[in-house]
């Protein structure tokens, strides 16, 4: 089967820096992507990693490590519209994505 | 570049109806996939279609749920005699290439199927 986990929820502070953890154990792997979800809209892509190693991207930077099935998203000058869900999904090669169950953050003032 | 288009973005259906949900892919991409999201849950995969076929139908439930990516118009998840639980968001994404690569899905706004 497969499986991926993430928080349930975090909580941060307005500038700050937060990591969203994600565990996986999947009968394959051809690639992690990070995704946000605002309530009640569509999940936008934010970040993929295929290889091991950090890959950044503005404020987001997102970390994989395939041997010990775990990547993060890194959250840097945290702002109030980055209250969201985050979405890690792994890509299974001939088949498709596997959603996590999402972490929703809050970002307080 | 329109993104991916889904209508309606909602939908009120009673129990016993019928439910048809539309998905226009972004240009350039041949390849959808269809997810259903309960309130305060992930997504979950439902099916996947290429032009005029069912590559991966996996997710799908084995009764009352159809879909299908004609070769003209949009790809339809088709549900029959609906019920309450089927009560849900229902996202479609689009991706340039299969799977099997390293291509991103682009999702669309979702429809937000109401069963009474």
């Known amino acids: 089967g497969q499986n991926i986990d993430q928080p349930t929820e975090m909580t941060a502070t307005e500038g700050a820096i937060v990591q969203i953890n994600c565990t996986y154990q999947t009968s394959g792997f051809n690639g992690l992507f990070w995704y946000q979800q605002h309530a009640g809209e569509a999940p936008t892509f934010l970040s993929y990693?295929?290889?091991?190693g950090l890959e950044e991207k503005g404020r987001f930077s997102s970390f994989l490590s395939r041997s010990k099935g775990y990547s993060y998203l890194l959250l840097k000058e945290l702002q109030m519209k980055d209250s969201a869900s985050y979405l890690c999904a792994v890509s299974i090669y001939g088949q498709n994505f596997v959603f996590g169950p999402g972490t929703r953050l809050s970002v307080l003032p | 570049n329109a993104g991916v288009m889904q209508n309606p973005r909602h939908l009120v259906r009673r129990r016993g109806q019928e439910a048809r949900l539309r998905c226009s892919p972004m240009k350039g991409h041949s390849h959808v996939y269809w997810y259903r999201q309960l309130p305060e849950e992930g997504l979950k995969f439902m099916v996947y279609?290429?032009?005029?076929?069912?590559?991966?139908e996996s997710g799908m439930p084995k009764e009352r749920f159809s879909a299908e990516f004609p070769k003209e118009g949009p790809s339809i998840l088709r549900i029959q005699q609906v019920v309450r639980g089927d009560s849900a968001a229902y996202f479609c994404?689009?991706?340039?290439?299969?799977?099997?690569?390293?291509?991103?899905?682009?999702f669309g706004p979702g429809t937000r199927l109401t069963v009474l």
């Open positions: 994404a689009s991706s340039e290439r299969a799977p099997t690569g390293t291509d991103t899905q682009y």
């Open positions: 279609l290429q032009k005029e076929n069912i590559i991966d």
């Open positions: 990693n295929v290889l091991d």
